[in-house]
């Protein structure tokens, strides 16, 4: 048996592998084993029949010429197109025509290396992942109002709270081991509340002790009607909004100001609903509030999410147990890509490319000389794409990820793919849409092929090895970073291992807010998974944050927000009358590299269905099976109508798994736009005008 943390969902399942004759045989969790303790989802307990052989990259491939057929390669000719087409970009065209294109699924050991060579050897800040199109305005909530990035919560807190606050986040179906977590709470313990807060009636919401229907963006509408009804009602807790809160005197003047019958419109929850869920989360009960992808992906996600943390922090219910603001991550380690500094503002252990003591650090930890790190910071995922688009990219370097059918409004991706002159696609399959615009395939080990480590959710580190060989000619993903570093004639790549470079990492984060100096090589394989922060000379790591009521921002207070109310970027009209809203269904990850070829899983949703209430299906000639064109300004999707109540009327949901080679026409982000947060830079992958059109 061998130990390996599930590469989907970020609850970071830790699951065994049993190999038989060179095959995964099966999957089991250890009851025993954090965080998981026994649990898994179908997803995970699957895992064994994801990997098809006929599909795995195994040799480099390059083309010859743009658009001309692949052929296979060495790998020192593949590295030396790599090397050199960055070289000579370089010289040409300087460092910001140099990007790298990421995932939050890679290792943390990959994610530094990626980090290092980019930001540290090439002075190129473009570096950013598909955890921009995540979890970015998580980021951005938790920085604004707490001055640091990362949950100030922990799993416990599931088994510990009176009330779940779910918003934006559909768990039955992304977070289903934590979901039963909080089942089992209100199950054993009397008097539990669930409340969820989506638009849809979802199978988390049909859990629900009560289902706040909001309207689409109408999110901070609400929070702000919860923090009055809060406020009216005297369940603030005032003496820890005047020990550790700044900014009270401003939001409550917002509050007392509140234009309720607009913000009432504005959510679309009755007043009654919106009272019985502020009584269930005051009067000193313990909150819990997880949220993920819907209140980030959004214009205003930071207002979003800095609104939620607002109310917890004026009802005191941070930082203690069973309470808090607890961002869900997408991905298994978004977590982990965060504390390494791949997006494009930051750097390793929390520290920022504007920061000049930060990149200081950096330079003098990694021998380089003053100045070779970029001040100003790199462009986030949308940017790069659309620089791309526009021919301003001479090097686009992809791995992990399947930006060709993940990315917002895909023809303007696509575009920016193809006018990129050397596009160098990382990935354990060949034939990824995005495959199809590679000038040189780099064939990377996937999971239960290599050790490494990611970061869950709730901020523990965890540690895969390898259960099988890396077949063919593969490498790992930090292996093939060093290869190219060592090529271009970087000193800095030559690592034995990846625990060695775990070891470097782990020395960088020391004296940083999210200090993992204790989480040795030995701490993770004796121990198992580790919550940081862990400085070296910490008895225990930490399992919350803020629990003195101190806050890393220079008052040493958490600071309220004055975010407020506005509509989503795009609103629905006469020409586009209905709002699309894209996720994701439980049997599928992504763009289904994996669970697309299990048929266990592919039997139940085999191709993409659009959910539409009756009234709009009616308006629009259609019935339930129909298949019909989801269309929006920017693009369309094909999909099969499922004709429910349980959306709201007016809301178009579709998944955006699909959009496969076979049938890319039944990709939903043909359908979606490029607007995103201004601070998060967040696209708004929830809402989008639309309208049906029967096909
Ligand atoms: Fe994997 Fe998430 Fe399922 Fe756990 S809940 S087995 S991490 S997909």
Redesign the pocket.
């Known amino acids: 048996m061998t130990r390996a943390?599930?590469?989907?969902?970020?609850?970071?399942?830790v699951?065994e592998v049993k190999v038989q004759g060179g095959q995964m045989k099966s999957i089991h969790?250890d009851v025993e084993a954090a965080p998981?303790f026994g649990?898994?989802?179908?997803?995970?307990?699957l895992?064994f029949k994801s990997d098809d052989a006929s599909r795995r990259l195994t040799e480099p491939m390059i083309r010859d010429e743009k658009g001309g057929p692949l052929r296979p390669a060495t790998w020192a000719e593949a590295i030396r197109k790599v090397a050199d087409g960055i070289k000579d970009t370089l010289t040409q065209r300087g460092p910001d025509a140099v990007a790298w294109y990421g995932s939050g699924q890679l290792d943390t050991e990959a994610s530094f290396l990626f980090t290092k060579l980019f930001k540290g050897y090439l002075g190129s800040n473009h570096t950013d992942t598909n955890s921009r199109l995540c979890m970015s305005s998580a980021v951005a909530g938790y920085v604004r109002s707490f001055g640091s990035d990362g949950p100030p919560t922990c799993y416990e807190d599931m088994d510990l709270a009176d009330t779940f606050f779910l918003i934006g986040a559909n768990m039955t179906a992304?977070?289903?081991?934590?979901f039963n977590r909080i089942r089992r709470r209100r199950a054993t313990h009397e008097g539990t509340r669930i409340i969820v807060v989506d638009p849809r009636r979802s199978k988390t919401a049909e859990f629900a002790d009560l289902h706040l229907a909001v309207k689409p963006g109408g999110d901070v509408a609400l929070l702000r009607l919860l923090a009055k009804a809060a406020l009216d009602r005297g369940d603030l807790d005032l003496d820890y909004i005047e020990q550790s809160v700044e900014g009270f005197a401003e939001l409550k003047q917002q509050l007392d100001e509140l234009d309720v019958d607009a913000m009432l419109d504005a959510c679309g929850v009755p007043a009654a609903d919106i009272e019985q869920a502020a009584e269930w989360m005051g009067g000193g009960r313990k909150l819990l509030s997880c949220y993920c992808m819907g209140t980030n992906q959004s214009s205003r996600g930071t207002d979003k999410n800095t609104a939620l943390i607002d109310l917890h922090l004026m009802l005191g219910q941070v930082g203690k147990p069973g309470a808090g603001p607890f961002s869900l991550t997408g991905q298994?380690n978004a977590m982990g890509g965060r504390e390494v500094g791949y997006l494009a503002h930051q750097l390793p252990g929390y520290r920022k490319v504007t920061v000049d003591a930060d990149r200081e650090a950096l330079e003098q930890a990694w021998g380089l000389a003053e100045g070779s790190i970029a001040a100003e910071p790199g462009r986030p995922a949308v940017e790069m794409f659309d620089a791309a688009a526009r021919g301003e990219l001479g090097v686009l370097w992809v791995a992990c990820t399947n930006p060709a059918v993940s990315m917002p409004d895909l023809d303007v991706t696509q575009h920016g793919l193809r006018e990129t002159p050397l596009v160098v696609v990382q990935d354990c399959l060949k034939d990824t849409e995005t495959a199809a615009y590679a000038d040189v395939l780099l064939p990377a080990a996937t999971w239960g092929e290599k050790r490494g480590t990611m970061t869950?959710s709730e901020r523990l580190i965890t540690r895969s090895d390898a259960a099988l060989p890396i077949p063919g000619e593969a490498r790992t993903d930090w292996k093939i970073v060093c290869d190219i570093a060592q090529a271009m004639g970087f000193h800095g790549f030559d690592f034995a291992d990846s625990d060695e470079v775990w070891d470097e990492f782990r020395r960088l984060t020391a004296d940083t807010l999210c200090d993992m100096t204790g989480i040795t090589n030995e701490q993770l394989d004796q121990h198992g998974g580790t919550h940081w922060p862990y400085p070296a000379a910490a008895e225990r790591p930490t399992l919350r944050r803020y629990v003195d009521g101190v806050f890393p921002t220079p008052s040493g207070k958490a600071r309220l927000s004055t975010a407020s109310y506005e509509p989503t970027a795009e609103t629905a009209d006469d020409e586009y009358p209905l709002n699309l809203t894209t996720g994701r269904v439980a049997q599928h990850?992504h763009t289904r590299g994996r669970t697309g070829h299990v048929p266990e899983l592919n039997r139940f949703a085999p191709h993409p269905v659009a959910d539409v209430h009756p009234s709009d299906a009616g308006g629009f000639g259609l019935v339930d099976g129909d298949l019909a064109w989801v269309e929006s300004r920017h693009g369309r999707a094909l999909a099969e109508v499922s004709v429910t109540t349980n959306t709201r009327p007016g809301l178009v949901f579709l998944p955006f798994h699909f959009g496969d080679t076979l049938h890319p026409e039944t990709a939903a982000n043909y359908a979606t736009h490029r607007v995103v947060d201004a601070i998060s830079k967040q696209p708004e992958l929830k809402h989008a005008a639309c309208r049906l059109v029967a096909a």
């Open positions: 943390t599930c590469p989907y969902c970020g609850v970071g399942c699951v969790a998981n649990m898994m989802c179908p997803k995970g307990a895992l992304n977070h289903p081991v934590l298994p869950n990850w």
